[in-house]
């Protein structure tokens, strides 16, 4: 290799460096766009920064820098006469529409999280997560006392939920009949989804009363299919369903209380009964995968980790579990069959 090309890689390298250096500032361009409702004032055509500026009650120069950004990214697209439009990354960012990413990137891009993010070499330092420091309680514990925090929380997972929802409805054998309990299911958004792929089933929603109050269950074409239970899965889950659910779950917790769930769940299940883990699992090699980065988060926020496929099936081993099925998805998520042993 000669003088330039060694130059010429070694300035590529550094910009690779800088870019994720700055990387921060994605996240503050993306909070921007959603704080001020962009995406919904480019639903019926592209705008001119002026007039967006008007509309969202900023400065036309700033919002365009900052527009101009996030379409180097491919959220939105400015045109040549300096217009932007909804590209389909940005349309996700839109309220009240089919898989709106827009509550999870209020939460993701919360003060909160950016906070917790930034103790990340503490946290390595130290082994134990940086929300407890900055906020005087483990996680779940702190959502439990601000009632903004969690009603954020509810409706992020509940939106970062759905894009795999309809997969996992779809690319999994689901039986013809039967019960199927969601443990910890939120509001509901994959149940419903399962319920309505497969009309021979019931389900049983299961969560804190907290959270499944806001379920999305009452439907008229799912009447009579479904109720909701609220509980601890610490303690116990619904017993006597064909088919129980965790999914993104376990990778809020450590082993130990990752064991807990698991032996609730082995407790209430009946012969033939079977358990779907729905997590990222966390492939060999190098190369990027979503599952890494929520990694991290996972690190800073609780003392728990995105696992590979063996420590999930150390997991689910010691629980009295045996893995029967590993079925992959179209999302970042996998679906981990598992039996009694």
């Given at each position: 290799?000669?003088?330039?090309?060694?130059?010429t890689?070694?300035?590529?390298?550094?910009?690779?460096?800088?870019d994720?250096?700055?990387g921060?500032?994605?996240s503050?361009?993306?909070?921007?766009?959603?704080?001020y409702?962009?995406?919904?004032?480019?639903?019926?055509?592209?705008?001119?920064?002026?007039?967006?500026?008007?509309?969202?009650?900023?400065?036309?120069?700033?919002?365009?820098?900052?527009?101009?950004?996030?379409?180097?990214?491919?959220?939105f697209?400015?045109?040549?006469e300096?217009a932007?439009?909804?590209?389909?990354?940005?349309?996700?960012l839109?309220t009240?529409?089919?898989g709106?990413q827009?509550?999870?990137?209020?939460m993701?891009?919360?003060?909160?999280?950016?906070?917790?993010?930034?103790?990340?070499?503490?946290?390595v330092?130290?082994?134990?997560?940086s929300?407890?420091?900055?906020?005087?309680?483990?996680y779940?514990?702190?959502?439990?006392?601000?009632d903004?925090?969690?009603k954020?929380?509810d409706a992020?997972?509940a939106a970062?939920?759905?894009?795999?929802?309809?997969?996992v409805?779809?690319v999994?054998?689901?039986?013809?009949?039967?019960?199927?309990?969601?443990?910890?299911?939120g509001?509901?958004?994959?149940?419903?989804q399962?319920?309505?792929?497969?009309?021979?089933?019931?389900g049983v929603?299961?969560?804190?009363?907290?959270?499944a109050?806001?379920?999305?269950l009452?439907?008229?074409?799912?009447?009579g299919r479904?109720?909701?239970e609220?509980?601890?899965?610490?303690?116990?889950?619904?017993?006597?369903?064909?088919l129980?659910?965790?999914?993104?779950?376990l990778h809020?917790?450590?082993?130990?209380?990752?064991?807990?769930?698991?032996?609730?769940?082995?407790?209430?299940m009946?012969p033939?009964?079977?358990?779907?883990?729905?997590?990222?699992?966390?492939?060999?090699?190098?190369?990027?995968h979503p599952?890494?980065?929520l990694?991290?988060?996972?690190?800073?926020?609780?003392e728990?980790?995105?696992?590979?496929?063996?420590?999930?099936?150390a997991?689910?081993?010691?629980?009295?579990?045996?893995?029967?099925?590993?079925?992959p998805?179209?999302?970042?998520t996998?679906?981990?069959?598992?039996?009694a042993?």
């Amino acid at each position: 290799m000669n003088r330039v090309d060694t130059a010429t890689t070694t300035a590529a390298d550094a910009a690779l460096l800088v870019d994720m250096a700055l990387g921060h500032l994605a996240s503050a361009a993306l909070r921007t766009a959603v704080e001020y409702r962009v995406a919904d004032h480019l639903a019926d055509g592209p705008l001119h920064p002026e007039e967006l500026a008007r509309r969202t009650g900023t400065r036309g120069a700033h919002l365009c820098r900052v527009l101009r950004f996030l379409a180097s990214r491919g959220v939105f697209r400015e045109d040549d006469e300096g217009a932007f439009h909804l590209t389909p990354a940005a349309a996700l960012l839109r309220t009240g529409v089919p898989g709106s990413q827009h509550p999870g990137i209020v939460m993701i891009t919360d003060d909160m999280y950016r906070r917790t993010s930034g103790g990340l070499a503490e946290t390595v330092r130290t082994g134990e997560p940086s929300f407890p420091r900055f906020y005087g309680a483990p996680y779940f514990a702190y959502l439990e006392s601000d009632d903004a925090a969690r009603k954020v929380f509810d409706a992020g997972m509940a939106a970062f939920s759905a894009p795999a929802d309809a997969l996992v409805a779809e690319v999994y054998d689901f039986p013809a009949t039967g019960t199927v309990v969601d443990v910890g299911g939120g509001q509901g958004g994959l149940l419903r989804q399962i319920l309505e792929h497969h009309p021979g089933l019931h389900g049983v929603l299961f969560d804190r009363e907290v959270t499944a109050v806001d379920h999305t269950l009452d439907a008229p074409h799912l009447a009579g299919r479904w109720s909701v239970e609220a509980g601890d899965f610490f303690t116990s889950v619904p017993a006597g369903g064909d088919l129980y659910v965790l999914k993104q779950i376990l990778h809020d917790w450590d082993d130990t209380d990752g064991l807990r769930i698991l032996r609730s769940c082995r407790a209430a299940m009946t012969p033939g009964s079977r358990l779907l883990v729905i997590d990222p699992l966390i492939p060999p090699g190098n190369d990027p995968h979503p599952g890494k980065a929520l990694d991290l988060a996972m690190m800073t926020l609780f003392e728990s980790a995105e696992r590979n496929i063996d420590e999930l099936d150390a997991l689910l081993s010691r629980a009295g579990l045996r893995r029967t099925r590993l079925v992959p998805t179209p999302s970042p998520t996998s679906i981990v069959e598992a039996v009694a042993a």
